[in-house]
């Protein structure tokens, strides 16, 4: 990969963390991305982003609206070609995972 390909990937990147961060768990008012839903974020040669993401629970409310939102935010990035977004349950999610923002905006700080 040469560093215009590096840097068009670490773009992309970035622009799936943006759209990620507009996506909110109705219950919790900070995005899944502070929250530490996200484990993975993949490209491939053909820029089909790849994310693994995880649910605050398993009976988590939103498991079928917010999984469908990032992957649907993720698709409408210029650039990105397609978009899967995979809801796994390894690590389980907890909140030492939250980022320092969201334990503060959560008041776990």
Do not use: R
Not at 47 to 59: F, R, Y
């Amino acid at each position: 990969m040469n560093m215009t390909d590096q840097t068009q990937a670490h773009d992309l990147k970035q622009a799936i963390v943006k759209a990620l961060e507009s996506c909110y768990d109705p219950e919790i008012p900070v995005n899944i991305y502070e929250l530490g839903l996200i484990y993975d974020i993949a490209l491939d040669e053909a820029n089909k982003a790849n994310v693994k993401m995880t649910l605050t629970s398993p009976a988590c409310p939103a498991a079928a609206s917010l999984p469908a939102d990032a992957e649907s935010k993720i698709k409408a990035i210029p650039g990105i070609t397609d978009a899967k977004v995979e809801v796994v349950w390894e690590p389980p999610w907890n909140p030492g995972m939250m980022s320092e923002f969201a334990k503060l905006e959560l008041g776990f700080m």
